[in-house]
């Protein structure tokens, strides 16, 4: 009868009207405290997960890297299906895609004539086809938002490095913004300069691509044509990259920065004031590469482990951009498919029901009309509960129906006022005694809490910690979650690449390396940092003599403290474990921060059955070498 009681007060408005001193009537909004969001970012935040599609000529090479020399004859999807691409994605409760329409090869996916090297000279439906189009019209059938990627790179053109290779990508930016409808977002790859083919020239290209690029008139370009477009990246830029492509957000993210270039330390936190309203994106793939290699078949992402990714990015107040590499039918591969509905299936059910509605809002402190604490619970990102002008750390309590079991907290602030919660705690009145559940930084676009198991509360309360200015929370709710349902794993679907099992190391640098014959990516092989004169080792014995191309690595993709994966390599292999030929040597393209696995041909393709590889450094200064995996390929 007391609880009721309690309840009836509080729906009626007593509480408040019984405390005047603690209420405002008529007060004006709060005043924007610090950087605020842009009408498209406004926008953008409230994507929160969508779809990176890396498809192109490296699809089909088997590189994530191209060199620019490819012949564009080898771009030819046997049955690409935009409409099957939007499909997937949207099984994954992804929002919108973002096409890579040229990568660092040059290669272009829509019919250009600024260029030789496009689709329009592949046999791809006779020259023809427009990549581009086509996913553009699916997304729009679908009801997704469509960006693009454009590598300002160009590994292909004999002028990069000149002017007039960046007004050819002027171009370039304004064929895209113009010829394919409304874009979301337009994504510039940091990765600029280096080897290439270069028309030829075959030569390292080093650029200051600040200075180079003009990066403000490019933004500008963008908005030019696409004025609610978000750019991705350089200072400047509406976007910033979260710092790593784990898909592992900073615990605090501020989406605030720094006015200066962007550090990547500083990226992947924010920085909390910084003048610059440059919130971050956290990009990952689905696989261990970022465009497909069907030896990567057996090693896509479980729906758990996106459940974790979502955990790490959405529920940090970042947005979620999941690559989906197509494979070179040009669809999602049947097994990522699968993972991506199991995964959406959990989130969708997720948050279905907000357990929160029918709750009781009060608060210690209410701004005035209009600002009340049951603004938390309407549904409406654009209302919101504030206090007065000097009260920084008043609390808010949710007095619950009986019976609501949750295991998901989902706070939000209202961010065209800025980020204004420095800190808070969630409470939880369990068998007459509040309890702290969690305690933590940042707000933002949204801070969801996952709790290690669901709890039936009588009542629920935000308590802001420190705030340097009142708050302004425009939603609390809770949710059960649903877990995903496992689909087992496969293995590879493409006959030339050869199965670890039966493999033995018979020799190593240092203690653990079967871990690179388990086929697992969350298993890491690690040792001290290797250096010239004294390289780290492993030797494998196949088991039997195969035809052997190459080998493949995969470098650990787990968020790992001061290890780095190796610059290099030497390798070798012999008949008897004896006799070494040399199979080949070089370096391991952006292994550092693709963290993909990587490919190497041997100069020739020969009989082998044991392969020895040798690293000589780190791709980055690091204590420790990590190596998630190895494994060999046939010849096609």
């Known amino acids: 009868m007391t609880e009721f009681s309690r309840r009836a007060v509080l729906a009626s408005g007593l509480v408040a009207t019984a405390t005047p001193a603690l209420a405002q009537r008529g007060a004006s909004a709060p005043r924007p405290y610090g950087a605020v969001p842009s009408a498209r970012q406004w926008r953008w935040h409230q994507r929160e997960q969508y779809a990176f599609v890396h498809f192109a ?25 935009a409409d099957q691409i939007v499909a997937a994605a949207k099984a994954g409760n992804l929002k919108g895609i973002i096409l890579t329409a040229k990568h660092h090869d040059g290669f272009c996916l829509w019919p250009t004539m600024l260029t030789e090297h496009c689709i329009r000279n592949s046999p791809y439906k006779d020259g023809k086809g427009d990549i581009v189009r086509e996913m553009s019209d699916a997304c729009k059938r679908g009801g997704l938002a469509f960006g693009i990627y454009l590598s300002p790179w160009d590994r ?75 750019t991705f990246d350089p200072l400047g830029a509406d976007i910033r990259w979260v710092g790593n492509e784990d898909g592992v957000a900073g615990d605090p993210c501020w989406p605030t920065m720094p006015n200066h270039p962007y550090v990547q330390a500083e990226g992947n936190s924010g920085v909390r004031g910084g003048p610059l309203w440059w919130p971050a994106e956290t990009n990952t793939s689905i696989r261990p590469g970022w465009f497909y290699h069907a030896d990567e ?99 808010l309590t949710l007095d619950l129906p009986p019976g609501r079991r949750f295991d ?102 240092a203690p653990g390396a079967e871990k690179l014959l388990d086929n697992d990516a969350k298993t890491i092989w ?26 493949s690595l995969t470098p650990s993709r787990q968020v790992m403290i001061d290890a780095a994966p ?21 370096e391991f393209s952006n292994i550092a921060y693709a963290l993909s696995t990587q490919r190497l041909p041997f100069t020739s393709a020969r009989p082998v059955r044991y392969l020895r590889l040798q690293f000589a450094q780190g791709a980055v200064p690091a204590s420790r070498l990590a190596i998630a995996g190895i494994g060999a390929f046939t010849s096609r």
């Open 57 to 81: 000529m490296n699809t089909f090479t088997d590189k994530e890297w191209g060199y620019g020399d490819e012949d564009v004859r080898m771009f030819n999807p046997s049955d690409f299906s």
């Open 156 to 230: 292909n053109r004999a002028d990069y490095g000149r002017p007039s290779y960046v007004e050819y990508f002027r171009r370039q930016v304004v064929e895209l913004c113009t010829g394919y409808g409304e874009l979301f977002e337009f994504w510039f790859d940091g990765a600029n300069g280096g080897d290439g083919y270069y028309g030829g020239a075959r030569e390292t290209r080093q650029i200051d691509a600040p200075r180079y690029y003009n990066w403000p008139s490019i933004i500008a370009l963008v908005h030019q044509h696409q004025p609610m477009a978000c």
């Open 297 to 395: 078949d057996s090693k896509v992402r479980s729906p758990e482990n996106l459940v974790g990714y979502f955990d790490t990015s959405v529920a940090r107040g970042t947005n979620m951009n999941l690559n989906l590499p197509p494979d070179r039918r040009g669809r999602i591969p049947d097994q990522d498919v699968k993972i991506l509905k199991s995964f959406g299936d959990a989130i969708r059910a997720s948050f279905a029901t907000d357990l929160a509605r029918g709750a009781v809002a009060s608060a210690s402190h209410v701004r005035g009309k209009g600002y009340d604490a049951a603004k938390v619970l309407d549904g409406d990102r654009d209302t919101y509960w504030s206090a007065p002008d000097g009260v920084t750390t008043p609390s």
């Open 408 to 509: 998901l907290i989902r706070i939000r602030e209202y961010l065209p006022l800025g980020v204004r919660v420095t800190r808070f705690a969630v409470d939880a009145e369990m068998d007459g005694q509040w309890q702290q559940l969690a305690e933590h930084e940042c707000i933002g676009a949204q801070r969801i809490i996952r709790l290690p198991a669901p709890i039936t509360a009588r009542r629920v309360r935000l308590r802001i910690v420190e705030a340097p200015v009142c708050p302004a929370i425009s939603e609390i709710s809770l949710f059960r979650s649903v877990a995903p349902v496992p689909v087992p794993a496969i293995v590879s679907s493409d006959p030339t690449v050869l199965d670890t099992k039966g493999w033995t190391i018979v020799a190593a640098s």
């Open 526 to 551: 690690v040792q001290p940092t290797p250096t010239p004169d004294k390289p780290a080792s492993v030797t494998v014995d196949m088991g039997q003599v195969h035809d052997v191309a190459g080998f």
């Open 566 to 586: 190796p610059r290099g390599y030497v390798a070798e292999t012999s008949l008897d474990g004896k006799t070494w030929t040399p199979a080949g040597s070089g």
